[in-house]
């Protein structure tokens, strides 16, 4: 199991993409704690309902039992989880259903509703908890008002009693979690040291910083400031607002980790911080709508130049031949960097939008998983890393030095990075060899 914290979000449209390619029996669950199903609609009353009744009927309870009627034990994405040690959330709202939560917020029977809907949902389907996805208390775009502030306080408490309740009745802990926008404008808007007190963990959405929908390009989800830009949209800075500023304990705290990129036209040649038309490229990137799962980056990988912003310490890409297209996306190198400032922050772990972006087959449209290198690389920087020390000591002699290793797990020797000394007797040891 992961020693951190792996929150990885699954979306049910994304059970149909690739022939069904990630689907419940074929998901690796050793790599996650928690998965989020995404999305269940709050409705105007305060109920909840499906989005997609087939995909999730199949998804949820499992493959029809046509002989006997019912579903088919341990075919559904719970049962499957549950088998693995891993919980599995209900994640309610997101950035396209999120426009009846402060209706839904400001009134005390429809929070009831609400909360009565969310144990109907874990009743139902097993749940271990919810995972609420208000995006965002107080964003007037989706109907927000500066009430939200007080009033998601009120919506956390009766859904937090309602599901704790429910919990003491089964005998199971409930857990409580929520999405919460990185910028600070959405930070304001929240009451944290209320929200807190209900919150298990508070999933931090360190994504999206900066997309085609930008005068100039920049990248999605970089962990330090880059050169140009806001210099609150990075990963670093909404960390260290939410637990400097607002008080947050780093322990409640996953942050995002995109498993996906997002891709800009440019006027001129692609570039960084080049002026964009403000459209993404929907041409290249059509199966995803110009933001690329992580397995199509690759796919496409030919028709560009890779490079690596060390300040902002992610990889982006630009068009070769004439293509006027910019991508920022994460890597293994950039997930590793990320996974380790998690561990070096002393923070929960990571959140994942979303899983299947990771699932890499053994070419395209084989039908065969590969593996999960984005995953994987979390998991090995969360489960392998030991404080750094500054410089290289002798070597004891009753030692073997087996091999030095990367982040990754990949032999080197190069110096000025964090290096892995895996001696013969078990132990490892973390160092960063100076030059």
């Known amino acids: 199991m992961p020693c951190k914290e792996v929150v990885g979000y699954y979306p049910n449209w994304q059970w149909y993409d690739r022939n069904k390619l990630v689907e419940p029996q074929s998901i690796d669950y050793s790599k996650y704690t928690i998965i989020n199903y995404a999305f269940m609609n709050p409705e105007l009353d305060g109920s909840i309902s499906l989005?997609?009744?087939w995909a999730d009927e199949q998804l949820l309870l499992g493959e029809n039992d046509w002989q006997n009627g019912g579903y088919l034990p341990n075919t559904s994405l719970i049962d499957l989880a549950h088998n693995n040690g891993v919980?599995?959330?209900?994640?309610?709202?997101?950035?396209?259903?999120?426009s009846n939560f402060p209706s839904i917020a400001s009134d005390a029977t429809k929070r009831n509703t609400f909360a009565q809907s969310c144990v109907s949902l874990i009743q139902t389907y097993n749940f271990d908890g919810i995972d609420l996805d208000w995006e965002y208390p107080g964003y007037a775009p989706h109907g927000g008002t500066p009430q939200d502030k007080s009033n998601f306080n009120?919506?956390?408490?009766?859904?937090?009693?309602?599901?704790?309740?429910y919990g003491?009745?089964?005998?199971k802990t409930m857990l409580l979690t929520a999405a919460v926008g990185a910028g600070v404008d959405k930070m304001n808007n929240v009451d944290w040291p209320v929200v807190s007190q209900y919150l298990d963990i508070i999933n931090l959405m360190s994504y999206?910083?900066?997309?085609?929908?930008?005068?100039?390009?920049?990248h999605n989800s970089p962990l330090y400031q880059p050169a140009q830009g806001n210099p609150g949209f990075n990963l670093d800075s909404a960390v260290t607002k939410l637990t400097s500023q607002f008080g947050v304990n780093p322990n409640q705290i996953t942050v995002g980790v995109a498993f996906y990129g997002r891709s800009s036209k440019t006027?001129?040649?692609a570039g960084l911080f080049v002026s964009?038309?403000?459209?993404?490229?929907n041409i290249t990137y059509s199966i995803d709508d110009g933001t690329p799962l992580y397995y199509n980056v690759l796919n496409k990988m030919s028709l560009f130049t890779k490079h690596w912003d060390n300040l902002a310490k992610v990889p982006y890409l630009t068009g070769t031949g004439g293509l006027q297209t910019f991508v920022s996306y994460d890597d293994e190198n950039s997930i590793g960097e990320k996974a380790q400032y998690i561990v070096d922050n002393n923070l929960r772990g990571a959140i994942i939008w979303e899983i299947t972006g990771d699932y890499i087959e053994t070419f395209s449209n084989s039908g065969v998983i590969a593996g999960?290198?984005?995953?994987?690389?979390?998991?090995?920087?969360?489960?392998?890393?030991?404080?750094?020390?500054?410089s290289v000591s002798s070597i004891q002699s009753n030692k073997k030095l087996l091999k030095v290793t990367d982040l990754l797990g990949r032999e080197t020797k190069q110096a000025n990075q964090p290096l892995f000394y895996i001696y013969d007797d078990g132990t490892v040891e973390k160092r960063i060899v100076i030059e």
Do not use: H, M, Y
Request: with cysteine; glycine share 8%; proline share 6%.
């Open 267 to 269: 006027v001129g040649p």
């Open 154 to 165: 009120l919506l956390l408490q009766e859904v937090r009693t309602a599901i704790d309740n």
């Open 208 to 218: 999206d910083f900066f997309g085609a929908f930008d005068s100039e390009t920049n």
């Open 168 to 171: 003491q009745s089964i005998g």
């Open 87 to 98: 919980k599995v959330l209900p994640s309610i709202g997101g950035w396209t259903l999120s």
């Open 276 to 281: 964009t038309t403000g459209s993404s490229d």
């Open 372 to 390: 999960t290198p984005l995953a994987d690389t979390l998991n090995i920087v969360f489960c392998n890393t030991i404080p750094t020390s500054t």
């Open 51 to 53: 989005t997609d009744s």
